[in-house]
Nanobody, 121 residues
Framework: EVQLVESGGGLVQPGGSLRLSCAAT????????MSWVRQAPGKGLEWVSA????????YYAESMKDRFTISRDNARNTLYLQMNSLKSEDTALYYC??????????????WGEGTQVTVSS
């Protein structure tokens, strides 16, 4: 059974940084992609970034590519999201999601439970 467990969220001041982690277990696929998706209070889901596990290709939402960096630790099957220069509008529940096969927009097979990021002074 695939499990995705996020961590690293919290309260941070505007301009601060956080690093989110997503530990994946139960993976039996040869090819998959992992993404971060967020949901702000009262709003819909917003895709943030993705990483193709096979080739390491990364993808970013245009509005976040200069501040966020997605990366991985192959040995630990862990995905990261380094978030810098955080703004109040980054406040959201951040989900780690996985798609079997190559990355494709808005296609997800497994979800974590999310980690809350709150940007406030």
């Amino acid at each position: 059974e695939v499990q995705l467990v996020e961590s690293g969220g919290g309260l941070v001041q505007p301009g601060g940084s956080l690093r989110l982690s997503c530990a994946a277990t139960g993976l039996t696929f040869n090819e998959y992609a992992m993404s971060w998706v967020r949901q702000a209070p009262g709003k819909g889901l917003e895709w943030v970034s993705a990483l193709d596990w096979n080739d390491g290709n990364t993808y970013y939402a245009e509005s976040m590519k200069d501040r966020f960096t997605i990366s991985r630790d192959n040995a630990r099957n862990t995905l990261y999201l380094q978030m810098n220069s955080l703004k109040s509008e980054d406040t959201a529940l951040y989900y780690c999601v996985l798609k079997i096969g190559s990355y494709w927009p808005n296609q997800y097979d497994y979800w974590g439970e999310g980690t809350q990021v709150t940007v406030s002074s």
